[in-house]
């Protein structure tokens, strides 16, 4: 069964820390996504990625990073978290096959805390 | 700017209901339009809807896209419990598969 997993389901962490939220797909996707999900915003993209080492900034990027070292990873970065920054966060990953385009397969969430 | 309008943002229903949600859209270069389900977790992919395929259905489900109207709605019969969830929609907008998400509509079927 294909998967995306990201590392933590829940995390709290307090004001100024630097977050790291982790993401790995096995289905080598090129693309991958960073989403934050707030209830009547709906979901937001934060940056996503078409190839190793490579990003591209979403609508909401302040405040955060990314990293994708290899292919199946994605790193959302918090470089110091604030309380605006409690959220669920949302890894994605699709893949353009011919140019046709399948849809997102999403990991099950990180609902992160900052206090 | 880009931008995808889902109505109502919340909705109570009794299992046995039909429901509509309502998706529309207001975007550059739309490629295609996608419904998906969120439960607790990961959103699910339900249908996706292009030029090409307007109407969709799957069981108790079914989507139709009017372009012209630049929207969509999902139909869902003889609602249940486990039908409960946000429904969100979708638009993809690029040659590169980036895509617009709605605030969602948050469904609860009641027994």
């Not at chain 1, 080492?53 to 609508?59: H, I, L, P, T």
């Not at chain 1, 669920?88 to 206090?115: D, E, H, K, P, Q």
Request: aromatic residues 10%; charged residues 25%.
């Amino acid at each position: 069964d294909v998967k995306v997993t990201q590392s933590s389901r829940y995390l709290v962490k307090r004001t100024g820390e630097k977050v790291f939220l982790e993401c790995v797909q096995d289905m080598d996707h090129e693309n991958m996504f960073w989403y934050r999900q707030d209830p009547g915003l709906g979901l937001r993209l934060i940056y996503f990625s078409y190839d190793v080492k490579m990003k591209e900034k979403g609508d909401i990027p302040e405040g955060y990073s990314v990293s994708r070292e290899k292919k199946e990873r994605f790193s959302l970065i918090l470089e110091s978290a604030s309380t605006n920054q409690t959220s669920m966060y949302l890894c994605a990953s699709s893949s353009i096959i011919s140019r046709v385009f399948y849809g997102y397969t999403f990991g099950s969430g990180t609902r992160l805390t900052v206090v | 700017e880009d931008k995808v309008v889902q109505s109502p943002l919340s909705l109570v229903v009794h299992e046995g209901d039909t429901v509509t949600l309502n998706c529309s859209y207001e975007v550059t270069n739309f490629r295609s339009l996608l419904w998906y389900k969120q439960e607790k977790k990961a959103p699910t992919f339900l249908f996706m809807l292009t030029s090409s395929g307007i109407e969709k259905k799957s069981g108790r489900l079914s989507s139709i896209l009017d372009k012209k109207e630049l929207s969509s709605i999902l139909n869902i019969t003889a609602t249940q419990t486990g039908d409960s969830a946000i429904y969100l929609c979708a638009v993809e907008v690029t040659s590169y598969d980036k895509v617009i998400f709605g605030p969602g509509t948050s469904l609860s079927v009641i027994p």
